[in-house]
């Protein structure tokens, strides 16, 4: 896409952690690669608050933020509902409907930009939750562009399962995908709002909307690297009419989140190099209480040093108080005198933690940006995928890319986590034995593929950047 006169981007991430991330960080890249270009980023204004107290000054200082107002209240829901953090779950598809009435606000936002800048903006870079926002770069004769935060195989897959609804036309717990009958899903592997959908539901109707929209986009630009996700870039070329050009791994900068974290970077420093399992579910998920003790007594039995960032389970505020009965009885004071586990109640410096040498596993949900963070510091995964694309990134990983050994699924009342299971898995990835050592081996090529990836001259991403700019 070239065009001398019209440099304005404008990027429009869905109002979530696992959303706004990488949108930050593609704007950081896109001012770093191309300064030419002048970049805004727009979202609700308590996540523009967000973004400006959490990012260092130096890397946005050339990013121009610009926030549009939402009102949860008129849409029923709580004010932090507008972060998507610490919602029930049955909140997220009001959310994500509620999303559709910014389309007014973000059409007047352009229509500002262009005013301002005597031309609209060069090109329109938006969520696949706002697809949508195809309609008004078509009115302004803006690119449209949609960047997929999540991996291809991930996002493909679950696009998929939502269009086709396979598991309604079976009885059998095993089935195959409509479009890629190679792949066969196990109905475990169906989060409940996926398992309960009929095609007339809400979830359903946000979901197809946003999928069957995404078609008429111009280019897909996707957080993920050519030789890493060599089956699910072909698939989702399969199912998309545009290019789709991988530009991964974008991820944030490692500086941006560590203030008033130093007891647990000092912690970790006490450690022996690459023995400690960090463990976290996410931004936005937890885990259920009778869960959390396996979790815990299988750590144990383990004897792994461990890092865990714990929130209330399912069913509780996740802000609330933590309480120890969550735990097995005396859990923390033992981890704590043994010095061979630390809780950490609220926020993680992630990224830190990851390339931290004392790290050596990631016990995580599998949401894209961890997997990402993880691959690309060399930390082998321990996959406990909890819902949407989740559960089919801890499959490719497991079954092609060989990175990760997966020890328990979901957070529903029905869904098992054993001790058993859970030392020995995290045995076999954090003590050396004959799996570990090759998953180590694998993921250290991944790291070294993510590296070339952005290698100036032949990197694929860099190639994927320049088809976009
Ligand atoms: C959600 C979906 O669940 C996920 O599957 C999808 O790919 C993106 O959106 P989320 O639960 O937010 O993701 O997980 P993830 O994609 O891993 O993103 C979480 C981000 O928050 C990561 O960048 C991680 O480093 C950061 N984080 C999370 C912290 O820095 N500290 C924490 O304590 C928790």
Not at 60 to 66: G, N, T
Not at 139 to 157: D, E, L, N
Request: with cysteine; hydrophobic share 40%; proline share 7%.
């Amino acid at each position: 896409m070239e065009d001398s006169e019209r440099q304005h981007v404008v990027l429009f991430p869905f109002m979530a952690q696992g959303h706004i991330t990488p949108f930050v960080a593609l704007a950081e890249l896109l001012r770093r690669r191309r300064p030419t270009l002048i970049v805004t980023l727009v979202s609700t204004p308590l996540n523009i608050q967000k973004i400006k107290s959490s990012s260092s000054p130096p890397s946005l200082s050339s990013i121009r933020l610009r926030s549009i107002p939402f009102s949860p209240a008129a849409h029923g829901l709580p004010p932090e509902a507008e972060t998507a953090a610490a919602i029930p779950f049955h909140q997220i598809v009001t959310l994500l409907h509620a999303s559709r009435s910014l389309q007014p606000a973000f059409e007047q936002l352009i229509e500002d930009i262009t005013q301002e800048d005597g031309r609209p903006p060069l090109c329109i870079i938006a969520d696949n939750f706002f697809a949508w926002s195809v309609h008004v770069a078509r009115r302004f004769g803006a690119f449209h562009c949609i960047f997929f935060t999540s991996g291809a195989y991930g996002t493909t897959v679950y696009s998929s399962l939502w269009t086709h609804l396979p598991h309604r036309k079976t009885d059998s717990d095993e089935f195959p995908l409509p479009e890629f009958p190679d792949i066969i899903i196990h109905r475990s592997q169906l989060p409940k709002h996926l398992l309960m959908a009929d095609g007339t539901d809400p979830w359903s109707d946000f979901l197809q909307g946003q999928i069957s929209l995404s078609s008429e986009t111009d280019a897909v630009i996707i957080n993920t690297i050519e030789e890493v996700e060599k089956t699910g870039l072909r698939m989702l070329r399969k199912v998309l009419p545009c290019p789709v050009w991988p530009v991964g791994p974008v991820l944030s900068s490692p500086s941006s989140a560590s203030a008033g974290n130093d007891h647990i970077m000092k912690w970790l420093d006490s450690q022996p190099p690459a023995s400690v399992l960090y463990i976290s579910f996410g931004s936005q998920n937890t885990i259920a209480a009778p869960q959390m003790k396996e979790l815990a007594m299988g750590l144990e039995a383990s004897r792994t040093r461990f890092l865990w960032v714990i929130r209330p389970p399912v069913g509780f505020d996740v802000k609330g108080e933590f309480k120890a009965e969550w735990l097995p009885e005396k859990f923390e004071e033992r981890m704590r005198d043994e010095g061979t586990g630390a809780l950490v109640h609220g926020w993680a410096p992630q990224l830190e933690i990851l390339s931290h040498a004392s790290t050596g596993g990631f016990l995580s949900h599998c949401g894209w940006n961890s997997v990402l963070e993880s691959l690309s510091r060399g930390v082998p995964i321990v996959a406990w995928p909890l819902s949407g694309d989740q559960l089919y990134n801890a499959k490719i990983m497991e079954e092609e890319l060989g990175v990760c050994v997966e020890v328990a699924r979901g957070n529903m009342e029905s869904s098992k986590a054993d001790r058993v299971v859970v030392e020995k898995v995290v045995k076999e990835v954090m003590h050396g034995g004959q799996r570990g050592k090759e998953i180590r081996r694998r993921v250290e090529e991944v790291r070294v593929l993510m590296k070339e990836a952005w290698r100036d001259g032949p990197g694929s991403s860099v190639k994927g950047l320049s088809e976009l700019f």
